[in-house]
């Protein structure tokens, strides 16, 4: 098995500033790809941030250039580091990951953690 575990949530004002820590653990050979989902009240999950080997990272329009991804190899970690922080942040965040399950490589399997509630309010 391969488990996520989020961490950094919490209450901030806007304009204000949070991190979000996702670490995983388990059996696994490697992780591909990490990545920052979230879905607020009424709406569908949506992509925030992708990262694949600590190179190649993908943004959503709607955070480019106030959010920021990055990647913890040796400790399996993913972060997401957001400034600027409004309103229309506010959701709970969602941590994926693609953990490869076989020594071919072959092999892999999706993983989400259990959310972290990020709340952006005066």
């Known amino acids: 098995q391969v488990q996520l575990v989020e961490s950094g949530g919490g209450l901030v004002q806007p304009g204000g500033s949070l991190r979000l820590s996702c670490a995983a653990s388990g059996s696994f050979f490697s992780i591909n790809s990490m990545g920052w989902y979230r879905q607020a009240p009424g709406k569908q999950r949506e992509l925030v941030a992708s990262?694949?080997?600590?190179?190649?990272?993908n943004y959503a329009d709607s955070v480019k250039g106030r959010f920021t991804i990055s990647r913890d190899h040796a400790k399996n970690t993913v972060y997401l580091q957001m400034n600027s922080l409004k309103p229309e942040d506010t959701a709970v965040y969602y941590c994926q990951a693609m953990a490869v399950v076989s020594a071919d490589r072959k092999r892999y399997l999706e993983v989400w953690g259990q959310g972290t509630l990020v709340t952006v309010s005066s």
């Open positions: 990262i694949i080997s600590g190179v190649n990272s």
